[in-house]
T-cell receptor
């Protein structure tokens, strides 16, 4: 299947700092990328949908000024958690949906575990 | 009512057992249906798509009942490696984002 990478795999940061997470589709062009968040023992919750070259669409309750998403190219989307707080500690997972030949499935990155102290 | 509901389990079964998971979804206009598998602290991986006609992939069989808004997954001859959380996933009628259930945890023991 298609490969989606995420970096970093895990990060520990201090409260108030900003953290950038990268999501890359390695062998296909991702027309749409999705960002999810998963708290322990909870389901994955969609945070936002981003299409290359346009502004991301955020789900209700997700602060767009706190979670900055940039989908600058067909292979890269970034999520920046600004002024992180301990309650932002979570497992962040991106997924990518491709063009014509891969329009059906979404491929997930391995996730980034964020801990804010 | 949650959009996708699953029995969280855990289901503890011996090797070789047959186990079934159920899932219900609230939006009758949902478009696509999937079962994903998620191992501890890992990303979800697509296990199989689910069709009204039912589909089988080796030891795994998935069924969809649109009238009842009900999805099932049957695992036959359970292996130790089947231990994981199984996520029921649907896509909404107008969009491509995935809506996840909380997952059902399966633990297969020897």
């Amino acid at each position: 299947g298609a490969v989606v990478s995420q970096h970093p795999s895990w990060v520990i940061c201090k409260s108030g700092t900003s953290v950038k997470i990268e999501c890359r589709s390695l062998d296909f062009q991702a027309t749409t990328m999705f960002w999810y968040r998963q708290f322990p023992k909870q389901s994955l919750m969609l945070m936002a949908t981003s299409n290359e070259g346009s502004k991301a669409t955020y789900e209700q309750g997700v602060e767009k000024d706190k979670f900055l998403i940039n989908h600058a190219s067909l292979t890269l989307s970034t999520l920046t958690v600004t002024s992180a707080h301990p309650e932002d500690s979570s497992f962040y997972i991106c997924s990518a949906r491709g063009g014509r030949e891969r329009s059906y499935e979404q491929y997930f990155g391995p996730g980034t575990r964020l801990t804010v102290t | 009512r949650k959009e996708v509901e699953q029995d969280p389990g855990p289901f503890n079964v011996p090797e070789g057992a047959t186990v079934a998971f159920n899932c219900t979804y609230s939006n009758s206009a949902s478009q696509s249906f999937f079962w994903y598998r998620q191992d501890c602290r890992k990303e979800p991986k697509l296990l199989m798509s689910v069709y009204s006609s039912g589909n089988e992939d080796g030891r795994f069989t998935a069924q969809l009942n649109r009238a009842s808004q009900y999805i099932s997954l049957l695992i036959r001859d359970s292996k130790l490696s089947d231990s994981a959380t199984y996520l029921c996933v649907v896509t909404p009628p107008a969009g491509t984002a995935l809506i996840f259930g909380k997952g059902t945890t399966l633990s297969v023991s020897s």
